[in-house]
C-alpha cells in the first residue's frame, strides 16, 4: 500500500491551508512545517502534527525524520514589497535558503518525491524575472534539479498563475475590487487593459494533489515545470465588469488614476499545463464564492 504520508511548508499560507484542506480529503495524512520567527500553527487545518522549523540545517533534518514524509509539497515562500522587492535578507531566506535546506534534509532521510512552487513571474518576455522574488524562484530551481541528478529525487514544480479565493488576505486585485463594491470608497488602478490569468484556490490545491499522483509515475532524476493556469486570460476592467454583473451594480473603478506596476504582463505566458488537471471553477463560479457567506456565519 502507498505511504500517504506528506510533509507541506507554507501551510499557514491562503493557498498552503487550502493544499492541506484537499490533501488531507483525498486520504492523505498531513503533516505540516511553521517557522518559529513566522505565524503560528492553524488548528483549524486537518494537520496531523505541526513541526517547528528554527532556521537551521539541523532543525530542519530533524523535523523531516520526525514526519518521516513519503512526499513533500513546498510552499513555502517570502514576498516582499508591492513588486516583490524588499527585504534581501528575507527573501533569500524565505525563497533559497529554507529550500535548499529542506531538499538536504529530504535527501539525508530518504524522501525523493517533492512538489515545489514557482511563479509566472519568471517569464516575462520568455525567461525575464518580473522583480528580486521571481528572480530567487529562478535561482531555486537548479537547486531543485541538482538534488534530482545527484540523488534521483522525482521533483514537479509547479508554476502559479494569479490566484484567489474566500478569505484571500493578500490584497490581490480581486479583493480590492470587492471592497470597492462593498464599501463604495472607488479604487485607483491603472488604465486596466492587462490581462490576467485567474485560478481560484480550490482548483490550485486541486493541482497539488494530481501533482502528487503525477511526481511518482515520472522517472527517478525527474525535474518537471508545469502551469497552473485556466487557460482564459481577461482583462482588469473585464474582471470588474464580472463583479459588477454578479452584484447587479457598478463598481467604482477610477481606470488610469496609477500608473501600471514596472515589469509587467500585457498578457500572461502560456506555459505548459500540469496533465491530468483542470480548473473546475469559472471566473464567475469563482465570484459567487466570493459573495457567499462564511460557512460558518
Known amino acids: ?55 537551521t540545517d539541523a532543525s530542519m533534518r530533524q523535523l523531516v ?16 514589497g508591492p513588486a516583490g522587492d524588499g527585504d534581501v535578507q528575507a527573501l533569500v531566506d524565505g525563497n533559497v535558503l529554507l529550500g535548499a535546506q529542506l531538499l538536504a534534509a529530504a535527501t539525508a532521510t530518504g524522501c525523493r518525491h517533492v512538489v515545489t512552487t514557482g511563479t509566472y513571474w519568471e517569464y516575462l518576455a520568455g525567461s525575464q524575472a518580473v522583480s528580486l522574488y521571481a528572480a530567487l524562484k529562478q535561482a531555486f530551481a537548479p537547486v531543485v534539479q541538482y538534488h534530482c541528478d545527484a540523488f534521483g529525487m522525482r521533483a514537479l ?17 480581486l479583493s480590492l475590487l470587492m471592497d470597492a463594491a462593498m464599501t463604495g470608497v472607488p479604487l485607483d488602478a491603472s ?11 480550490d482548483d490550485v490545491a486541486r493541482a497539488y494533489v494530481e501533482a502528487l499522483t503525477h511526481v511518482r509515475q515520472v522517472p527517478a532524476g525527474t ?55 483542470q480548473p473546475r471553477i469559472t471566473l464567475e463560479a469563482g465570484i459567487a464564492t466570493l459573495l457567499a457567506p462564511p460557512a460558518d456565519a
Open 157 to 173: 514544480t509547479l508554476t502559479l498563475y494569479d490566484t484567489y479565493g474566500p478569505g484571500d488576505p493578500r490584497g490581490k486585485f
Open 223 to 277: 525535474h518537471a515545470t508545469f502551469a497552473v493556469r485556466s487557460g482564459q486570460a481577461v482583462s482588469l476592467r473585464e474582471i470588474a465588469d464580472a463583479v459588477a454583473h454578479a452584484l447587479g451594480r457598478p463598481v467604482p473603478v477610477r481606470w488610469g488614476a496609477r500608473a501600471r506596476a514596472p515589469r509587467t504582463f500585457d498578457r500572461p505566458p502560456e506555459l505548459a499545463a500540469l496533465p491530468g488537471w
Open 191 to 201: 488604465d486596466g487593459l492587462q490581462q490576467i490569468d485567474l485560478v481560484h484556490v
Open 65 to 80: 525524520a520526525e514526519a518521516a514524509p513519503e512526499a513533500i509539497v513546498h510552499l513555502a515562500a517570502h514576498l516582499a
Open 1 to 55: 500500500m502507498m505511504d500517504r504520508r506528506v510533509l507541506v511548508t507554507g501551510a499557514t499560507g491562503f493557498i498552503g491551508g487550502a493544499v492541506c484542506r484537499q490533501l488531507a480529503a483525498a486520504g492523505y495524512t498531513v503533516h505540516a512545517v511553521y517557522r518559529t520567527a513566522g505565524r503560528p500553527p492553524v488548528p483549524s487545518l486537518p494537520v496531523r502534527t505541526w513541526h517547528p522549523h528554527e532556521g
